[in-house]
């Protein structure tokens, strides 16, 4: 083993006690050593492709890097997810992967060595850039194994169907539009003619996919996506989440600790609980900006409660709306058919719940308690009245 590689391991040991002193020790005598660079990097490197054997995805790796170290470790999570992907065929990297990748903007920018690029980009001292690298190795290499939701790289295959997205880019990209519009406006009755005619894109294609699914040979099975919950407030964040799946027949598994869920279903039913839950969780945090601070009669603030109250209310709200508009949706498409579409939606509820057991055969649920105040739950449920749904209403 060479020194480099030793001081790596004393590094490590110390993150695991706790010892600051050691580890900025082994920090700074890394720090002077000429092949500190290549062999941190290739160490950090093959943790990463530990961790796509373990079901994570390079979103999650960012996420979690962002959410426990700091924003420069999610980038630097992202520029050696980049190095480390040179490894893959591009043909045999799942397509869902590389649109992650895109969002990340994850990319081999540099030239020479890592650390010292990344370092004159920051304008931070070698030991600097060399510490948080090992900060950074220390979480990854401490990280849980996850359910697999898809082929790690190296191991896709193209196929004739090789992309199952729900809907076609630029149908996608029309319903992003509406729902920006919505988002935007002061006036009610704009958003909500946008949020509908998001709804009819997506309602008539939905069900369109579940009949070819419902045909000999057409079948698709239950995928799953992973979505970021943020503090503050995650808790009435993640039942959002659920409410929008369970209206759009997927389950939620809330990770709490790891600042995810993971939403399974089909394709035409997940890729719109995200850009649904998304749309109506930026609805909320603008109605919550607007009610502003609120305080006791004593002048001290509860606005911690009140917004904690304010988000509860405003996914049981929207959970209600949603379910009676979705109802509404099947009920007409049903007509308009002269098809029942009930038993053929059922059998895909089912198929997924089958999926949850066979991924999650642990699953535990828990009660969680939340503060609660009488005007944040009001104030909640009357923007969730007032909010935009991406579906028809009745």
Known sequence: MSKA???????????????????????????????????????????????WRNGWQPADVV?????????????????????????????TVDERWRDQLAALEAAVWWKGGYLAAR?????????????????????????PRLESLGPPPGTARRTVRARPRAVSEKTFARVRALLAKAESTTYEAEAETFTSAAQ?????????????????????APAGIRVGIDAPYEHPKAVLLDRVAEANRCRVIWSKELGFATVLGFWADLSWVEVLFTSLLVQAQTALVNSGTKKHG???????????????????RIGERLAEATAGAVAQESD????????????????????????FPNLVSHRARTSWDREGWAAGRTAADQASLGTRER
């Not at 050691?22 to 943790?47: I, N």
């Open 298 to 316: 004593t002048g001290r603030s509860r606005s911690k409660t009140f917004r904690q109250s304010f988000l509860s209310a405003f996914a049981s």
């Open 5 to 51: 590689n030793e001081l790596i391991g004393a590094a490590m040991e110390a993150l695991a006690r706790e010892d600051e002193a050691a580890f900025d020790s082994a920090a700074a005598f890394l720090a002077d050593r000429d092949d500190a660079d290549r062999v941190l990097v290739e160490v950090v490197t093959r943790a990463i492709s530990g961790l």
């Open 336 to 359: 308009s058919r002269g098809t029942d579409l009930v038993p053929v939606l059922a059998a895909r509820e089912q198929e997924v719940e089958q999926a949850v057991v066979r991924m």
């Open 119 to 143: 370092q004159a980009r920051d304008g931070v001292s070698r030991l600097m850039t060399v510490s948080g690298g090992l900060e950074l190795l220390g979480l990854l290499t401490g990280l």
């Open 63 to 91: 996420r979690i890097a962002a959410r426990r170290l700091s924003d420069w470790h999610g980038r630097v999570a992202a520029d050696l997810i980049a190095w480390e992907m040179r490894a893959y065929a591009p043909a």
């Open 200 to 220: 009819s894109l997506m309602a008539k294609y939905n069900i369109d996919a579940a009949m070819l699914d419902a045909q000999p040979g057409g079948a698709e």
